[in-house]
């Protein structure tokens, strides 16, 4: 099938890869996603259920009532132990518990139940009981696959760790994304996104674009290798009528076609995308560099590297961060990549952080601490790591001043206390 052949893997690779884990755990933009997608809508007899959460479904809560509705639809008779802990408002774990055994229920040899856009959920400590305690009741025939960018949050690397869960993604060649570069010597297109954004073609920057959206686009297809028409339109022009948007769309593409030869050779058209079967994808006569993917791919190979190999990616991930995605440019999607690309920075300071305090090293875990609270000062866990630090130091009104700086932050925008955990820790460092 075509998507096969764009995407270099099949669902037997799928299958094999994947064989004895409880969690399959894929990468966003990974070209696992869209085989999944497509085996899902020609085959879904075959024990693949697909739910995608939805903008509104900001909750554990809503996310399961929406994914008990939609699988009723499907199998017919779903979901009475879901609805049951629902209406009964249970906890968390019990919520886990619930769906698992509706899940244990369908009669298939193999389930698999793929969710996507999973991180419009928080990932709060109650959804890691409900994570842990689903889990820890799947039968072996159930298999959960989650789309998700906050791979390096527990629970999932705990998971990893017990061997309860697999990667996939991490297989791109960094310096051409999902795509096979063609081996003769093509014009390089570098692509830097993590800042204001800049092009360079063939050393030459391209500083006209003949409008916002002509730019604008150029980026989305760079950050977006393999897209619909549809998803394209529904993030541009949702408003227009098909017919209209159509128009729009290829003058537009014809325009960063022009921008992109008139460097290269202005007698020649270099195409930044080809369409097939319904996918736009990278074009072949372009050699490509994009500094997000770059940045990503570091991330992602840390994870399940070794500690030296670990330390040596992420310290080149961040060094790699500079700045915010896009960061002068407002539109919905670039917000929302900007969103998880600043998440993903800080994980790599925080992951960066414990290197180093699993090595003794105070300072540098401090510091790389420090950096990932200026990008996500939300972190309670992490000032509760700059505590302990300070307190095992001696530095007790340091450790003091953490904690007070962060209850001042949560009064002031979320206008709650500490958690619990927390406010023992600075009771425990208090009467030191």
């Known amino acids: 099938m075509v998507q096969e052949a764009i995407t270099k893997v099949t669902l037997e690779s799928f299958r094999e890869r994947s064989s004895g884990k409880k969690v399959v755990l894929l990468y966003p933009w990974t070209n696992y996603r869209t085989l999944f997608l497509t085996y899902f809508y020609e085959n879904n007899h075959d024990g693949l259920l697909y739910y995608r959460i939805t ?59 793929y969710i996507d856009e999973l991180d419009r959920i928080p990932f709060d400590g109650e959804f890691d009981k409900f994570i842990t305690h689903l889990i820890a009741a799947l039968p072996a025939h159930v298999q959960l696959v989650f789309n998700s960018r906050m791979m390096m949050h527990q629970p999932w690397y705990d998971l990893i760790v017990r061997g309860e869960a697999v990667v996939l993604g991490t297989e791109r060649r960094k310096d051409d ?13 570098e692509v830097y996104a993590l800042g204001t954004g ?19 686009l150029f980026f989305f297809f760079m950050d977006r290798p393999l897209v619909t028409r549809k998803e394209i339109f529904e993030t541009f022009w949702p408003e227009l009528p098909v017919k209209e948007a159509t128009n ?18 202005p007698n020649k058209t270099y195409e930044m995308t080809q369409y097939a079967s319904g996918f736009y994808t ?10 997000v993917f770059d940045f ?4 992602e190979q840390a994870m399940i590297s070794s500690e030296d190999k670990e330390e040596e990616l992420l310290l080149r991930a961040v060094e790699c961060y500079r700045s915010p995605f896009l960061q002068d440019t407002d539109m919905p999607w670039i917000v929302q990549r900007r969103e998880q690309l ?50 095992k130091s001696g530095r007790k009104q340091e450790a003091i001043q953490q904690y007070r700086q962060l209850a001042e932050m949560l009064r002031k925008i979320y206008k709650i206390n500490p958690s619990r955990e927390t406010q023992d820790l600075y009771n425990l460092i208090e009467s030191s």
């Open 55 to 113: 903008e509104d479904q900001t909750s554990l809560t809503a996310c399961l009532s929406g994914l008990m509705q939609e699988l009723e639809k499907m199998q017919g008779s779903f979901g009475t132990a879901i609805k049951t802990a629902l209406q009964g408002r249970k906890k968390a774990a019990q919520l886990g518990e619930a769906l698992a055994y509706d899940l244990a229920a369908i009669k298939s040899d193999q389930t698999t139940l």
């Open 177 to 189: 994304g999902m795509f096979t570069l063609e081996k003769q010597e093509q014009p390089q297109l």
């Open 198 to 216: 800049y092009t360079i073609v063939n050393g030459q920057q391209v500083d006209n674009w003949d409008g916002a959206l002509p730019r604008n």
């Open 248 to 265: 729009v769309f290829h003058v537009t593409k014809r325009k960063i076609s022009e921008r992109i030869s008139l460097k290269i050779d």
């Open 282 to 291: 990278p074009g072949n006569k372009l050699s490509r560099h994009y500094d």
């Open 296 to 299: 990503q791919s570091d991330v």
């Open 342 to 391: 600043r998440l993903l920075n800080s994980q790599a300071l925080i992951s960066l952080g414990r290197i180093y305090k699993r090595r003794g090293n105070s300072e540098n875990a401090l510091g790389y601490f420090s950096r990932s609270l200026a990008h996500t000062p939300e972190r309670e866990d992490i000032y509760r790591e700059i505590m302990m630090i300070y307190h």
